[in-house]
């Protein structure tokens, strides 16, 4: 038996949104340098002249992957749960409409956008990897094609979905998935500690299934009203967690990096609970603003590194010569700018495959609370 049925969670725009727009903000902040600001930061630099925003793009990226593993998890159960079987075809289908159109209509605009600046030809090899959704190889061996080396985050994800779904011949997997996240994050200290920077050290560090699959063992927590739901539900637990995620926001090193990510993951997939069961809300996500730039979060976080190149082409903001009133204005220019391609792209380019990709799901998860 197939059904269709509409699913809305609400407030997970707004985690989308913040992710998206913390994984831009650091990338602006990044580039300034290119557009000619020699000395200022919005977080300031190490003593070896790295920004410090970088933290901010790394958390969002963590946060994009917990709540990819909790929301396709969740479904996946809500289906199981519905028919007595996921189909696995259609699971596969509904990725590809889903994320493939975007992901290479990206790649061919960017790669003929660079390279008519730069009018050097695309490494073939390093294209055939992003092609075959690989892109986070060049990223580990240093040999991204420019403009796309944010694309890592999406070969992880579609590298994780090839085999997540076949866990689901049983529900009962929540202590099995528990060993394999507190063996992932104990792999990966212990690499950090014995190999740190090697290739294979960097690799486990990239590919964070333990991340998505966190997300997923809350929402195996969630479908079945689990008593740990309730505990992560409570006030304190959600303060607990909004202050993680505070003290990252504003780039204090209280931890090294990778017991930041593991935080942040964990403050993720407590604030999730959090936003949709709404009783104990210490924020509340679900507004029009967060839900529209949730709804475009994709497009936000695909599209902004070809709009910052393309504004550093120009001499746009050449003129202005105080540097903090010129990142101010790059800033809004560039949110503003990606946020309105994202706009276009989605409703008339990604909606025509998200409409074909609803015919394949019983469940379908909508982004609009309307």
């Given at each position: 038996?197939?059904?269709?049925?509409?699913?809305?969670?609400?407030?997970?725009?707004?985690?989308?949104?913040?992710?998206?727009?913390?994984?831009?903000?650091?990338?602006?902040?990044?580039?300034?340098?290119?557009?000619?600001?020699d000395?200022?930061?919005?977080?300031?630099?190490?003593?070896?002249?790295?920004?410090?925003?970088?933290?901010?793009?790394?958390?969002?990226?963590?946060?994009?992957?917990?709540l990819?593993?909790?929301l396709?998890?969740?479904?996946?159960l809500?289906?199981?749960?519905?028919?007595?079987?996921?189909?696995?075809?259609?699971?596969y289908?509904?990725?590809?409409?889903?994320?493939?159109?975007?992901?290479?209509?990206?790649?061919?605009?960017?790669?003929?956008v660079?390279?008519?600046?730069?009018?050097?030809?695309?490494?073939?090899?390093?294209?055939a990897?992003?092609?075959?959704?690989?892109?986070?190889?060049?990223?580990l061996?240093?040999?991204?094609?420019?403009?796309?080396?944010?694309?890592?985050?999406?070969?992880?994800?579609?590298?994780?979905?090839?085999?997540?779904?076949?866990?689901?011949?049983?529900?009962?997997?929540?202590?099995?998935?528990?060993?394999?996240i507190i063996?992932?994050?104990?792999?990966?200290?212990?690499?950090?500690?014995?190999?740190?920077?090697?290739?294979?050290?960097?690799?486990?560090?990239?590919?964070?299934f333990?991340?998505?699959?966190?997300?997923?063992?809350?929402?195996?927590?969630?479908?079945?009203?689990?008593?740990?739901?309730?505990?992560?539900?409570?006030?304190?637990?959600?303060?607990?967690?909004?202050?993680?995620?505070?003290?990252?926001?504003?780039?204090?090193?209280?931890?090294?990096?990778?017991?930041?990510?593991?935080?942040?993951?964990?403050?993720?997939?407590?604030?999730?609970?959090?936003?949709?069961?709404?009783?104990?809300?210490?924020?509340?996500?679900?507004?029009?603003?967060?839900?529209?730039?949730?709804?475009?979060?994709?497009?936000?976080?695909?599209?902004?590194?070809?709009?910052?190149?393309?504004?550093?082409?120009?001499?746009?903001f050449?003129?202005?010569?105080?540097?903090?009133?010129?990142?101010?204005?790059?800033?809004?220019?560039?949110?503003i700018?990606?946020?309105?391609?994202?706009?276009?792209?989605?409703?008339?380019?990604e909606?025509?495959?998200?409409?074909?990709?609803?015919?394949?799901?019983?469940?379908?998860?909508?982004?609009?609370?309307?």
């Amino acid at each position: 038996m197939i059904t269709h049925k509409n699913l809305y969670l609400p407030g997970l725009n707004g985690i989308r949104a913040i992710a998206a727009i913390g994984v831009m903000i650091m990338h602006i902040n990044e580039n300034l340098i290119k557009f000619k600001i020699d000395f200022f930061t919005f977080f300031g630099k190490s003593e070896n002249g790295q920004t410090y925003g970088w933290k901010l793009g790394e958390q969002g990226v963590t946060m994009f992957f917990v709540l990819s593993g909790f929301l396709i998890t969740y479904l996946l159960l809500l289906e199981k749960k519905e028919n007595d079987y996921i189909n696995k075809k259609n699971f596969y289908i509904r990725r590809i409409l889903r994320i493939w159109p975007l992901y290479y209509f990206y790649l061919f605009i960017s790669i003929l956008v660079y390279y008519f600046f730069n009018t050097k030809s695309p490494n073939l090899n390093i294209l055939a990897l992003y092609t075959f959704l690989l892109a986070n190889i060049p990223f580990l061996i240093g040999k991204a094609i420019p403009l796309c080396t944010h694309l890592w985050s999406i070969a992880v994800e579609e590298q994780f979905y090839l085999f997540w779904p076949h866990f689901f011949k049983k529900i009962n997997i929540e202590n099995f998935l528990i060993i394999i996240i507190i063996s992932f994050i104990s792999i990966r200290i212990l690499m950090w500690y014995f190999y740190p920077f090697k290739i294979p050290t960097i690799l486990i560090t990239m590919n964070r299934f333990d991340c998505m699959i966190f997300g997923g063992l809350v929402a195996f927590y969630h479908f079945k009203n689990n008593k740990i739901v309730t505990f992560l539900n409570h006030k304190g637990i959600q303060a607990f967690a909004w202050l993680i995620f505070l003290i990252h926001i504003l780039n204090y090193e209280i931890v090294n990096s990778i017991v930041s990510m593991e935080l942040i993951t964990l403050a993720t997939g407590i604030i999730i609970i959090g936003q949709i069961n709404i009783t104990n809300r210490i924020i509340n996500l679900e507004n029009k603003v967060l839900n529209f730039l949730g709804k475009y979060s994709y497009g936000i976080y695909v599209y902004h590194p070809l709009i910052i190149f393309l504004f550093y082409q120009t001499i746009l903001f050449d003129n202005i010569q105080d540097e903090r009133v010129k990142s101010i204005c790059i800033v809004i220019t560039i949110v503003i700018t990606t946020i309105l391609v994202s706009y276009f792209s989605y409703e008339f380019f990604e909606k025509k495959f998200i409409k074909l990709k609803n015919k394949f799901s019983v469940i379908h998860s909508t982004n609009s609370p309307s």
